[in-house]
């Protein structure tokens, strides 16, 4: 299909392993964004990317979460030293541009830490 | 961004219409209103925004109070597939780079 596609789709992971989580965005998307949703409340922004510069990093929780798009195109949202407090889902989302374009969801990858 | 108050929960019967209230009292002149929903453990999906006049797509009606500081998302034949959270949000949008930024929304309930 054309839309945003996300794998794994779930993830369980022992506290302190390392994880990504890949993100393909709709093609000739120039933003991407990743967002963490934790369960019963509304998606929260991580971070976000224009092409391949990483524009705003703010959202992320602490340095152990790390993203990347190297080509402007795929993305990897990568945490290090799991806690069992990054259980959540995480949701990409790609864009035509910023501002108030439409962004298209990805199903999001659930991710529990035991 | 401006912040937006909506109602926890609401149900409503299959066919009939559903209206959900949104109020963003703060809102600025810049500001749009988005809604957008996510259908149990899918991604959230657009639905429609508007600035000022009301408007309509195939999916939904919007309709913003002259003084911008409320609006109400109707789907006027509710089906059970539109059970699903309804998210009211603001921002800008231009000039900006456009993350959304999600309160709890509304949990809409079709029942047949």
């Known amino acids: 299909g054309a839309g945003v596609s996300q794998s794994p789709r779930y993830k369980v992971a022992k506290r302190g392993q390392d994880v990504a989580l890949r993100c393909d965005p709709i093609s000739g998307h120039v933003s991407l964004f990743w967002y963490q949703q934790a369960l019963g409340q509304g998606p929260e922004f991580l971070t976000y990317f224009q092409n391949e510069a990483q524009l705003d990093k703010s959202g992320l929780p602490s340095d152990r979460f790390f993203a990347e798009r190297p080509e402007g195109s795929v993305s990897t949202l990568k945490i290090q030293r799991t806690q069992q407090e990054d259980s959540a889902v995480y949701l990409c989302?790609?864009?035509?541009?910023?501002?108030?374009?439409?962004?298209?969801f990805g199903p999001g990858t659930r991710l529990t830490v035991l | 961004d401006a912040k937006t108050t909506q109602p926890t929960s609401m149900d409503c019967a299959e066919g009939r219409a559903a209206n959900l209230p949104c109020n963003h009292s703060t809102i600025s002149g810049n500001e749009y209103v988005y809604w957008y929903r996510q259908i149990h453990s899918q991604g959230p999906q657009y639905i429609i925004h508007?600035?000022?006049n009301n408007e309509t797509n195939e999916m939904a009606s919007l309709i913003i109070t002259e003084d911008r500081k409320s609006s109400t998302l109707i789907l006027p034949h509710a089906t059970l597939r539109d059970t699903a959270v309804y998210y009211c949000?603001?921002?800008?949008?231009?000039?900006?780079?456009?993350?959304?930024?999600f309160g709890k929304g509304t949990k809409l309930s079709v029942k047949p």
């Open positions: 989302a790609s864009s035509l541009g910023g501002g108030g374009y439409e962004q298209f």
């Open positions: 949000i603001v921002r800008v949008a231009r000039g900006s780079q456009g993350n959304l930024i």
């Open positions: 508007g600035l000022k």
